[in-house]
C-alpha cells in the first residue's frame, strides 16, 4: 500500500477554491481591521500573546559613540552621532533608543557604587541630554537602556507608528 491509496482522490479544483476561499476570508478580515484604532488593534494582539507592555520601536537605523574612558560616562566626541540623530529623528513618528553600554570588566564600572548598569545609564543620559540640549530630539521621542558589550552608546532609530 503506497501513500497515496490512503487518501481518496480530489479534483484539482477543489485546492483552487479552497484558496480563492481562504483569500477571501484574509480580504475581509483586512476590510475589517481597517476600521478599528492600530493603536487598539496592536493592543488587542498584544494581549492575545500575554504580552503586557508595548513593543520597542522597530530599528530602521543605528549610530554609535565609542570611546569611553573605562569607568567614565564624560561624553567623548560626539558630533557625528548627534547630526545623525537629528537628521534620522526629523520625523515625529520615529523613537529614538539609545543604549548605554559597559565592556564587563571590573574596572568599567561607576566609580562610586561599583555598578556597571549605573555606569551604562549614565552614558546613556549622557547622550540623551546632548540630544534634548542642542534641540535635536524631544525628551519624549527617547528610551534608555543598558547593556553589556563595549564601552559606547548605540543610538537605534525605529518606527514607532502613526499615519501619516
Known sequence: MTLDDDFPARPIWLTTLA???LLLVGFFVLLQA???DPNRLA???RAGF????AAPAMP???AAVSGFAPGSAQLPDAAAALGWARSAAADPRTRLR???EVDG???DVDPLTGSG???AADRARAIAAALVRSGAVAPERIAIATARGQRRAVLSLGYDGGRQ
Open 60 to 62: 530602521v537605523d543605528l
Open 105 to 107: 570588566t571590573p574596572a
Open 34 to 36: 481597517n476600521q478599528v
Open 43 to 45: 493592543a488587542g494582539f
Open 117 to 119: 548598569p549605573i555606569l
Open 50 to 53: 500575554g504580552i503586557k507592555e
Open 98 to 100: 539609545i543604549i548605554g
Open 19 to 21: 484558496d480563492l476561499a
